[in-house]
């Protein structure tokens, strides 16, 4: 866990996990065991993450395209929508 980390009350956190510093984590959360916890958590729930071992600029790529597939899903479906339309 890095520095300024705020942890709520009665979070459960697995062990290994793994915590950037300067922010914030809700009431009420459940991170799972070897968890990397990047941003800030703001709704109580079950949070998990982990992927398997790979080499780092593999890793490093991976990372990149995950934290951005959701951006990445609204460009495509916005894409297909005017592909659809008419001229």
């Not at 062990?15 to 950037?20: D, E, L, P, R, T």
């Not at 922010?23 to 959360?29: L, Q």
């Not at 941003?39 to 490093?60: A, D, F, K």
Request: glycine share 10%; charged share 25%.
């Amino acid at each position: 866990m890095a520095g300024s980390l705020k942890v709520g009350k009665q979070c459960i956190i697995g062990g290994a996990s793994v915590f950037n510093g300067h922010m914030e984590i809700a009431d009420g959360v459940t991170v799972t065991g070897m968890a990397m916890v990047m941003r800030p958590i703001t709704e109580p729930g079950v949070y998990s993450s982990g992927i398997p071992l790979q080499p780092n600029r593999e890793w490093r790529k991976t990372a990149a395209r995950v934290m951005r597939i959701e951006e990445m899903h609204q460009r495509l479906k916005a894409l297909e929508k005017k592909l659809d339309e008419p001229e």
